[in-house]
Nanobody, 126 residues
Framework: QVQVVESGGGSVQSGGALTLACEVSEYHSIKYCMGWFRQASGKERDGVAS????????YYADSVKGRFVLSQDNANNRMRLQMNDLKPEDTAMYYC???????????????????WGHGTQVTVSL
């Protein structure tokens, strides 16, 4: 069973930056996608960004394009999400997830991902 652990959340003022990290057990055995999702209070969980090993592509939600950067730290078995120019609407619990079996559908479809972390809170104030 692949284990996923997030870290790096916190509080920041609008316009600030944070970097989230996602440590994935068996990182180098992941053949599919590893992604970030977020869930604001009272809202559904939405895809933020994902890197898919099989296609070697990185995907971003429109709301974060140009501000967030997803990268792989292969030496440390983790994935990082650099979040810049943060806005109050970025406030949410952020979850990392890994896909461990084939799936046909959008990168942002939660059902694609089989292993989830417990989340890390990001709060952006005015």
């Amino acid at each position: 069973q692949v284990q996923v652990v997030e870290s790096g959340g916190g509080s920041v003022q609008s316009g600030g930056a944070l970097t989230l990290a996602c440590e994935v057990s068996e990182y180098h055995s992941i053949k599919y996608c590893m992604g970030w999702f977020r869930q604001a209070s009272g809202k559904e969980r939405d895809g933020v960004a994902s890197f898919c090993v099989d296609s070697d592509r990185t995907y971003y939600a429109d709301s974060v394009k140009g501000r967030f950067v997803l990268s792989q730290d292969n030496a440390n078995n983790r994935m990082r999400l650099q979040m810049n120019d943060l806005k109050p609407e970025d406030t949410a619990m952020y979850y990392c997830a890994a896909q461990t079996r084939p799936y046909i559908g959008s990168w942002a479809d939660e059902k694609r991902y089989t292993s989830w972390g417990h989340g890390t809170q990001v709060t952006v104030s005015l």
